[in-house]
């Protein structure tokens, strides 16, 4: 049932996500009289204590490497405002947009990708470790802030796009698709949908696959700016990429000898100009030969109807194939990520065997058998910051890790 009835002024598209006809709820709420089910969404989502921790998680590098790096806060932030600026340019709801957008990241770990490999190795035993589980799990159960329910009681959209961004989870027969073959598809992810399903055969609304695209744009955008302010490379290394040897020679042409930290904002900007022009200009081609009548239709239409054409597809895969081994596997990062990675696995060891080490509240929570203190274990130390992980192996060990 429609939570509110509250008319959004800007024209829609047939096939963007509707408040007034959301799925609703899965704990029934009173109608806001001010706003709709999507941005009550994402206010919540801002107001979570899962977002608030996203400002001391890593992006790439951990936070005392200098202040202007991005965290996952920042990045998440960047993500929503792009998401915002594709959906109002297609005519889709940009509050579940920026809602998504918003949520997205809630389910890493510290340590950015480190810590959820760390995380992931440690609970092999008990079904693994999965990012994205993990923020449905947050959203569902871990945030415990309202008199009525566990987690958020997002709308039917938000969750769904939440978990189904990167694509569907299932093929149309109910077997796992490529990414989820090898495990299946996360039991947090199963156990949910079986209470609430998802449609995990299906891809996302518009709006997450909005979303989904903001959060490619900001990685190339950010983590060359990142790569080139820790001095990984430099910008003469970019030129070997074709779409940005094209924009840094247009930058040379409108603005000859312009100092160095200019050309890299200037190169930035120009990179996600670049890539929203092109997803809007390809989505609108793909919607024009899909004609999807409405929301479902567009979640059925057998492929991702919001993304880049083939040219820019390409200019995405070369980016992140030039910072791979220059950035995310650079020396430096990677001594990095040896020492976070010891941190998580000690701290899960040393839990798993002592429960009473950890504080009350979840210490009750892994109360149980040794599957049940896993997931308790893994649950707690998923919600730190890189700094409270780092304080937290200090007092168990006696030891400072040595980060840098």
Known sequence: MPEAMIRNPVPRAPFAADPDKSRGRLAQEPASATRTPFQRDRDRIIHSTAFRRLAHKTQVFVPHEGDHYRTRLTHTIEVAQIA?????????????AEALALAHDLGHTPFGHTGEE??????????GFDHNAHALRIVTLLERRY??????????????????????????DGHPTARYTKRGIPREIAEYDRLHPLDLDSHAGAEAQVAALAD?????????????????FDIAALREIDFLRDLLDEIDRRHPNLETPRVVHELGRRVITRFVEDAISESQSRLTR???????????AGEPLIGFSATMASADTAIKAFLYPRMYRHPKVVAERRVADRVLRACFTRFMHDPAALPAEWAAAADGGEAIRARAVADYIAGMTDRYAIKQYEELFDEVPELR
Request: hydrophobic fraction near 45%.
């Open 84 to 96: 915002r600026s594709l959906a109002r340019a297609l005519a889709l709801d940009d509050d579940l």
């Open 118 to 127: 760390a995380l992931d190795a440690c609970m092999a035993p008990y079904g």
């Open 147 to 172: 008199a009525e329910f566990d987690g958020l009681n997002l709308t039917w959209e938000t969750l769904e796009g939440l978990v189904k961004h990167n694509g569907p989870l299932l093929t149309r």
């Open 216 to 232: 490619d744009i900001a990685y190339d955008a950010h983590d060359i700016d990142d790569g080139l302010r820790a001095g990984l």
């Open 290 to 300: 899909a004609l999807p009548a409405d929301a479902d239709a567009l979640r059925w």
